[in-house]
């Protein structure tokens, strides 16, 4: 089989290139490792910036998420005594958008059909090939039966884990990464959150974050050692540390049964370049964020959008010069995020490493925070998003 553009991965980043691909009249295909239900059932990102939500308007797929969605014009950082509130909305003019990734992916799935995106799921041995030629083609077997499929270029959006980063030879990777001694554990509930807006608390047993998917879903999260396991975390346990953790409002939490419950380990890593012969990445495939600024998925976006309008202008005009500068123009925004969710993630947890000084340092930034009209507008403009 022959297309223009072969994308691998059917998470947020695959299924965003892909309808902007078709949208432009691009011949593609996504093909993806594990079946759309399994996608699903991932819960991970909550909070979308603007260069999300501007692209599922551009798509004429933001219907359910201007329903369903919660505008936020601000949130909350907490230690044990007191919120911060950074008016998002007052210091940048702008708000974010909580709306779950799974709710995101699903509209894209569910319009996949009628905008003639095609997806193969549950593809095995994803393959590539000739990443450097001119006829680099991706190869799978589904159900027992080999494919190959060849393209003008491939497009890797196939998560931290996938096959795309490592067809980029060692010779010209250059991979920065730094690892958290801690990993978050976090808690789906059908009970009404104990806050309108997230708190980000940083308490002196750890930190911990209120969430939510909807006025009547929470999302909870607190950071637990690398060694610890689910078991470790029967839901009363959990929520009595949630309790103490958020301070202020740990008495406002509703309890309830645990949804879904998992612990995902902390990372930042940025590989560059971001593209290497006809193979360009996007997302988590290239980058991974602490989730503490709530980047991961709005990066995963903005490297899509850079990607798209650059595969849209050569197929369009021939015009190469968007595609050659993809990667340099992504990854200078990748860092600025990188910064942001590191310098949140510094400021909140407790590592263990640190002793009583740090820990008055954390405290010091965040009693400067509360009363500096300036600290608040740079978090408050990172936390938003910064322009494309
Ligand atoms: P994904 O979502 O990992 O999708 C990659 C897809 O590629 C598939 N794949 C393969 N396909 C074919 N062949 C192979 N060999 C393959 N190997 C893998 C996978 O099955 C998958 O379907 O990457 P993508 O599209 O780049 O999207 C990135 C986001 O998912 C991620 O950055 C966010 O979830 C991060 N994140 C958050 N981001 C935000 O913007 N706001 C948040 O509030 C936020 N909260 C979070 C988060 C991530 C979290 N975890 C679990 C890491 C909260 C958490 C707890
Ligand atoms: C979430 O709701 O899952 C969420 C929200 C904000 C974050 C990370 C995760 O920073």
Known sequence: MRTEVVIIGAGPAGLLLGHLLRAAGIACVVIERVSGDYVLSRIRAGVLERVTTDLMTQLGLDERMKLEGLPHDGFNLADSDRLIRIDIAGLTGGHVMVYGQTEI????????????????????????????????????VRDGQAHQVSAKFICGCDGFHGPSRQAIPASVARPHELVYPFGWLGILADVPPCNDELIYASHERGFALASMRSRTRSRYYIDVPLDQKIEDWPDDRLWDEL???????????????????????????????????????????????????????????????????????????????????????????????????????????????????????????????????????AIAENYVGLPL
């Open 105 to 140: 992916t699903r509209d894209l799935m569910d319009a996949a059909p009628e905008r003639g995106l095609d997806i193969v799921y549950e593809a095995e041995d994803v393959t590539l090939h000739g990443v450097d030629s001119h006829e680099p083609s991706v190869s799978y």
């Open 243 to 377: 309790a103490v953790r958020l301070g202020p409002k740990g008495a406002d939490i509703t309890r309830g049964p645990a949804l879904e419950k998992s612990i995902a380990p902390l990372r930042s890593f940025v590989f560059e370049p971001m593209q290497h012969g006809r193979l360009f990445l996007a997302g988590d495939a290239a980058h991974i964020v602490p989730p503490t600024g709530a980047k991961g998925l709005n990066l995963a976006a903005s490297d899509v959008a850079y990607l798209s309008q650059a595969l849209i202008g050569y197929f369009a005009h021939g015009d190469e010069a968007g595609l050659a500068g993809y990667s340099e123009k992504a990854v200078a925004r990748v860092w600025k995020s990188e910064r942001f969710s590191w310098y949140l993630t510094k400021l909140m947890h407790r590592f263990p490493q640190d002793g009583a000084f740090e820990r008055r340092m954390q405290l010091s930034e965040l009693d400067y925070i509360a009363c500096s009209t300036a600290m608040q507008t």
